[in-house]
């Protein structure tokens, strides 16, 4: 049995799932702080939000939950954080909160932290792929009663990340990394 045509721009990988430069869009995905200030569309905020649903989760028990922080949710967050840790709200015209919902059980928790921060990471590719710049912030206020209650996040989730997203106003080249074998091993 031979593969259909694969899609422009796509080769045929392993099996019968057509490739992308994954490995591209890992080593170009950049961190911007700079923004225009025209916000996401809420189509392509649905579009990259579902791809989030495919993170690796342990008995797919899909612990990710998003918010997207809309105008009142997002004076609600800077009040609660104060005007100096407030400016960074504004960064970027599109912030989406990511928690994840805990069960009380240890092991189920830390695995669902896991998976919510892979679903984060999809959050931040897909995006890039569509031309879109981001960046993954952790504030204070996120972490606090007042400002859970900002973005009405109840007790049973767990803060991951702030998701800034937007239409890049400037190019930015990769920082130096550091070389796989500083922090591999290979166990005999």
Request: aromatic letters at 6%; charged letters at 25%; glycine letters at 6%.
């Given at each position: 049995?031979?593969?259909p045509p ?10 019968s ?12 995905r950049?961190?911007h702080?700079v923004?225009?200030a025209r916000?996401?569309e ?5 579009e990259?939000l579902?791809?989030a649903r495919?993170?690796?989760n342990?008995?797919?028990t ?10 009142a949710?997002?004076e ?5 954080a ?7 709200l ?8 990511a ?11 830390e695995e669902?932290?896991?998976?919510t921060?892979?679903a984060a990471y ?7 792929g569509r031309?879109l ?5 952790t504030?204070?206020v996120?972490r606090?009663?007042a400002g ?8 049973d989730?767990?803060?991951i990340?702030l998701?800034?997203?937007g ?5 930015l080249?990769p920082?130096a990394?550091?070389?796989?074998d500083?922090?591999?091993a290979?166990?005999g």
């Amino acid at each position: 049995m031979t593969n259909p045509p694969a899609a422009p721009g796509l080769r045929w990988g392993f099996g019968s799932v057509p490739s992308v430069d994954l490995e591209r869009a890992i080593r170009t995905r950049r961190t911007h702080k700079v923004y225009a200030a025209r916000p996401v569309e809420r189509t392509t905020l649905d579009e990259v939000l579902e791809l989030a649903r495919w993170a690796p989760n342990h008995h797919l028990t899909n612990p990710w939950r998003f918010r997207v922080v809309g105008e009142a949710a997002l004076e609600r967050l800077k009040d609660a954080a104060g005007a100096e840790a407030a400016a960074k709200l504004e960064r970027a015209p599109t912030l989406v909160v990511a928690s994840a919902l805990m069960s009380g059980d240890s092991t189920q928790d830390e695995e669902d932290l896991c998976a919510t921060a892979c679903a984060a990471y999809i959050v931040l590719l897909v995006a890039h792929g569509r031309g879109l710049a981001g960046y993954w912030r952790t504030p204070e206020v996120l972490r606090t009663p007042a400002g859970r209650r900002a973005v009405e996040m109840p007790d049973d989730e767990r803060f991951i990340g702030l998701i800034h997203l937007g239409y890049p106003r400037q190019r930015l080249s990769p920082p130096a990394r550091n070389p796989s074998d500083s922090y591999v091993a290979y166990l005999g």
